[in-house]
């Protein structure tokens, strides 16, 4: 799989932190059809009454009242998402691109499920996450290509 670099919007809303918020969050998103693709829920160190929902996508005039009708509204923290193979040290490689090239990130969540990564990625503003956005593709196009797995061992 090529790695891929897109701009995504997180919708967001800080709620008290207590059991069943995030089902009352989402529960109107699952009626609407959303298939969401990342889903995230913290408690704010500082206050641990109070925490934070983002989730991604939302589409649709459907999906957007349902968001809307949640209390979640787009997040305007710049995000990349970035999907690829799973390959061993791309996340190091991805940091040190970054760090030498001057870009600090607000926030990162990578996950890996089988041969798949996706990265979801914050940047202060625009300007830094369009300069991220050559910086990581440049990163997907030194990668080592994925080895095959030899059948029967060595």
């Known amino acids: 799989m090529p790695l891929t670099v897109k701009r995504i919007t997180l ?3 800080e709620v008290e932190n207590r059991p069943g918020v995030l089902a009352e969050i989402l ?7 959303a298939d969401l693709r990342l889903v995230m829920g913290y408690r704010f160190p ?13 589409a649709g005039k459907r999906q957007t009242a349902a968001a809307q009708q949640a209390g979640l509204a787009p997040s305007d923290i710049p995000c990349l998402l ?4 799973n ?17 600090n990130i607000t926030f990162l969540i990578a996950e890996a499920i089988g041969r798949k990564a996706m990265t979801a990625i914050g940047f202060p ?4 996450a369009t300069a991220a956005t050559k910086v990581i593709k440049g990163v997907g ?11 029967g061992g060595r």
């Open 46 to 58: 500082q206050d641990p009454a109070r925490s934070a929902i983002e989730l991604y996508p939302v």
């Open 27 to 33: 529960e109107p998103l699952a009626q609407a059809g």
């Open 87 to 103: 390959l061993p040290g791309f996340g190091a490689r991805l940091g040190r691109a970054l760090a030498a090239a001057g870009i």
């Open 82 to 85: 970035v999907e690829s193979d």
């Open 125 to 128: 503003d625009e300007a830094t």
């Open 11 to 13: 919708w967001r809303k």
């Open 141 to 151: 196009r030194s990668a080592p290509a994925r080895r095959s797995a030899r059948k």
